[in-house]
């Protein structure tokens, strides 16, 4: 079946510095979303990423999807206490509707 | 916005007790809600699609005859999870998606232990 990982894991910043996250996939994704989870809390949506290469920015947040669409990143720039949790990129099955997460990174942002 | 609310945030239960937990979307109508567990530490894993009207469709490896689900209406689906385990203990989440949004809206969640 369809398998996302993320890497790393697991990565401690200290505030001010960059963060990024990457999501690897063993086939083409027709698109990929990204959550963050807060700790204690549930995922909430930030973006979404279509189209080959396609690049997108919230903010202090970079969103990028692969040429190949089958990986994508999500960089924050100069991190800030409140971007601590859990990032986790998912897929939506081509022609189908529900979603598959990867395997979450978990960022803490030490002050 | 859309906003989806799960009952109870957390529950304790005796093992080989069964519970319930509801999901319902607030402010939309879902067809089709989407139920994952989560372990500590852990990605949310896809149990099952629940479709107003007809069976759920479960992964694999779920058990349907020990995760119950039931969308009897546009807004509410249920999870029950019966003869509980203490295996069983994890954070279970819905999700629903409002029609014509890229993303999925989340319950929060409901973190049952089962002692």
């Known amino acids: 079946g369809q398998q996302v990982m993320q890497i790393p894991q697991y990565q401690h910043v200290q505030e001010g510095e960059d963060f990024t996250t990457y999501c690897n996939s063993s086939t083409t994704l027709s698109n990929i979303q990204w959550y963050k989870q807060r700790p204690g809390g549930h995922p909430v949506f930030l973006i979404q990423?279509?189209?080959?290469?396609e690049v997108k920015k919230q903010k202090r947040l970079t969103f990028q999807f692969g040429e190949a669409k089958k990986n994508s990143s999500l960089h924050i720039t100069a991190t800030q206490t409140t971007d601590v949790g859990t990032y986790f990129c998912?897929?939506?099955?081509?022609?189908?509707?529900?979603?598959?997460f990867g395997t979450g990174t978990r960022l803490t942002v030490i002050p | 916005g859309a906003v989806v609310s799960q009952h109870p945030s957390w529950v304790i239960c005796k093992s080989g007790t069964s519970v319930k937990i509801e999901c319902r979307s607030l402010d939309f109508q879902a067809t089709t809600m989407f139920w994952y567990r989560q372990f500590p530490k852990q990605s949310l894993m896809l149990m099952a699609t629940s479709n107003e009207g007809s069976k759920a469709t479960y992964e694999q490896g779920v058990e349907k005859d020990k995760f119950l689900i039931n969308h009897a209406s546009l807004t509410l689906s249920t999870l029950t999870v019966t003869s509980a385990h203490p295996e069983d203990s994890s954070f279970y989440i819905c999700?629903?998606?409002?029609?014509?949004?890229?993303?999925?809206?989340f319950g929060s969640g409901t973190r049952l232990t089962v002692v």
């Open positions: 998912a897929s939506l099955l081509t022609g189908a509707n529900n979603l598959f």
């Open positions: 990423l279509v189209k080959s290469g």
């Open positions: 999700s629903a998606q409002l029609q014509g949004n890229y993303g999925y809206t």
